[in-house]
């Protein structure tokens, strides 16, 4: 028999006897190893509520892949739908109202490089492959967080199917206390197919810092990066990432992006101190595209690891956490790494209350990924006792939850503040709780 095109459906499911099952139900994390009942290759805002509807009609969980990379694998689920995004990337920038227009299913790099053209950008994340989707309904820090804030701050609208099959469209005016949730707890009330981000200018070129120091300064680096943070413009931003390689080889490196005026000055007084916070093994700092820094760490990461991680925010980096973490480093059996966000400028000049995006006064954000090899309880045993021990030093408990977790405690944790509002709208607009994914905030 043939193929009957005239009445093929623009959308494709992929059960578990197809024979791209297996492949299409993998995320970033390779730990990760799920069943989904169906997964729904969706083109069209049509077949988003097609997919929608069917989960309803079959008492199914639905979750949604915009790029896959969330390390707790959040976008698939045993036995619910999979409502995959990938084919919807549409993005269009309007040059006059300064308003790009991004389908759900687009990647950081392919949003940087179409709003680059014309000297604009959305402060996304700092890895090229991630998914702006996932990014920016959970928060999305950037290196342009000091200058602009959040991802999910440039978000001015969005269309969304919610859990009974309607399409809506929410922004400041239309839908005010969803508008709220969806920037920061957006992945709990429907689909979003679409974005609405206003844009910032940001210069083609920029300057990408990037220097390499030994770990045996890493107490005296962070404590200089620190003042430095204290005194930090908004026009730099900066990581600094501890690693330990399968050969156990330790080394630190700081990471940033500074998109302001280059003169002698700048360069003694801003740039200068955060190259010098130890003597440094190797400097590669330099002017490069801004979308080439987007990209710059992708290759070390792309192809998905095995891992297990944590992450929480602090107010304070107290010496006793310092010490924490080199004692874990060094117990480790397996390759680990400390990521350091510093966390400054207009990121935390936005009001608590704007956005549910609520962590406005920390300092830093710490991501502990640990790579999963032959013995995964090993891994998941030190993971959490490290958890267990900076819990006492962080900022109110709350971890970024667009990393990886453990349990359900730190997502109630992360929420707790926020908790009566978002089950509110989660009566309102999914009641029969399809979009469970990301946290349980009704049963
Ligand atoms: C290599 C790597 C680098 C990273 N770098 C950064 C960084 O620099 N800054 C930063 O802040 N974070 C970073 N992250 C974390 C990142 O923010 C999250 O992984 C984010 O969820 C990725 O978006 P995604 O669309 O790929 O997520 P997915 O895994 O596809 O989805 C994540 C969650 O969002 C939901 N969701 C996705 N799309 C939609 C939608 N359209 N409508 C409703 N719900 C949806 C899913 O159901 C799921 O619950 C990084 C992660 C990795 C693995």
Not at 215 to 225: G, L, N, P, R
Request: glycine share 8%.
């Amino acid at each position: 028999m043939g193929h009957d095109f005239l009445n093929q459906k623009a959308s494709q499911k992929i059960e578990g006897n197809h024979p791209l099952y297996h492949f299409k139900r993998k995320v970033w994390n390779t730990h990760i190893d799920r069943y989904p009942a169906a997964i729904f290759e969706c083109k069209s805002e049509e077949d988003v509520i097609d997919a929608v509807c069917y989960a309803k009609k079959h008492g199914l969980k639905i979750t949604v892949r915009g790029g896959g990379f969330h390390p707790a694998g959040k976008s698939v689920m045993d036995d619910a739908v999979l409502i995959d995004l990938s084919n919807m990337n549409a993005i269009q920038v309007d040059e006059v109202s300064k308003i790009a227009t991004v389908e759900a299913g687009a990647r950081t790099f392919e949003v940087d490089a179409i709003t680059q053209e014309y000297g604009l950008a959305i402060p996304l994340g700092m890895n090229s492959n991630i998914g702006v989707s996932g990014l920016a309904l959970g928060g999305g820090l950037g290196y342009l967080r000091g200058k602009y804030g959040l991802t999910s701050d440039h978000i001015v609208g969005v269309h969304l199917v919610t859990g009974d099959g309607q399409l809506i469209y929410v922004n400041r005016i239309e839908r005010p206390e969803l508008f709220w949730a969806i920037r920061g707890a957006g992945a709990n009330y429907g689909v979003v197919t679409k974005f609405e981000f206003k844009l910032v200018p940001v210069g083609q070129l920029i300057l990408g810092l990037d220097v390499v120091y030994d770990y045996s300064d890493f107490k005296q680096i962070m404590e200089k990066a620190e003042a430095y943070r204290q005194k930090a413009i908004d026009d730099i931003s900066f990581n600094i990432i501890l690693t330990k390689s399968n050969t156990g080889f330790k080394s630190v490196r700081v990471i940033g992006m500074y998109i302001g005026e280059l003169n002698l000055q700048t360069e003694t007084e801003i740039i200068q101190p955060l190259l010098e916070l130890a003597p440094s093994v190797t400097d590669y700092s330099e002017m490069m595209p801004y979308v080439d820094m987007q990209k710059k760490f992708d290759c070390f990461i792309q192809d998905g690891f095995a891992i297990e991680g944590i992450s929480l925010f602090f107010n304070e980096l107290h010496p006793d956490v310092i010490e924490i973490l080199m004692d874990e480093v060094d117990r480790s059996e397996f390759p680990v790494s400390y990521h350091f966000v510093e966390i400054h400028g207009k990121m935390n000049r936005i009001s608590k209350f704007e956005t549910a995006f609520h962590i406005r006064d920390a300092s830093y954000l710490l991501v502990v990924e640990a790579e999963v090899g032959s013995h995964p309880d090993l891994t998941e045993q030190w993971i959490y006792q490290l958890y267990e021990k900076l819990l006492p030093y962080s900022y109110n408990q709350v971890s970024y939850l667009n990393s990886s977790t453990i349990d359900e405690g730190v997502i109630q944790n992360s929420y707790r503040c926020i908790h009566g509002r978002l089950v509110a709208l989660k009566k309102e607009y999914d009641s029969e709780n399809l979009f469970c994914s990301e946290n349980k905030l009704i049963d």
